[in-house]
């Protein structure tokens, strides 16, 4: 096989970041439009990203986070991205670099990416969520899970 000198499997994931960066910006501009919601998940270990010292401790290799309701201040920039978010009652200030991103996803419009993590430079993009995985039996030293995503749907009056 050939030498790829035009290093496609690189442009393709600046082209897919470009998607999620387009994506924010358009909310940052606009608000929030329609059921259109975010799940972003990021690696918190990456440089440049600013989160507080309390959420490292928590989440140490990957966090995700929701942008939905409630959320302020979202700043885009043309490598990293910045929002406020309430943790714990406390308005904390979150700058992400769009290379720190694992995932992304609109489950509004059943849309997500994933992107490999380093030193791999091929994203995957997907069409559509994946299927949940089944749930792991939790060992007996396991006080409890590291995070768990609940969505506010099922808490709304129809």
């Known amino acids: 096989m050939a030498q790829d000198l035009f290093q496609y499997d690189k442009m393709v994931e600046r082209a897919l ?5 387009d994506a924010l910006a358009r909310v940052a501009q606009e608000g929030p439009r329609g059921a259109h919601h975010f ?27 929701v942008l939905q309701h409630q959320f302020w201040d979202l700043e885009i920039g043309e490598e990293s991205f910045s929002v ?8 904390e200030r979150l700058t992400i670099p769009f290379a720190a991103i694992r995932s992304f996803a609109d489950p509004s419009v059943n849309f997500a990416l994933e992107f490999a993590e380093p ?37 709304r009056k129809r």
């Open 39 to 65: 799940y972003i998940g990021f690696a918190t270990g990456m440089p440049g990203v600013v989160i507080p010292d309390s959420l490292r401790e928590r989440f140490p290799e990957e966090m995700t986070i």
């Open 119 to 155: 030193p791999a430079a091929e994203p995957k993009a997907v069409g559509s969520l994946p299927a949940p995985k089944p749930a792991a039996e939790p060992s007996p030293d396991q006080d409890r899970p590291a995070a768990e995503i609940v969505t506010l749907d099922s808490f």
């Open 84 to 91: 406020s978010l309430s943790f714990q009652k406390q308005l």
């Open 17 to 21: 970041r470009g998607v999620v960066r």
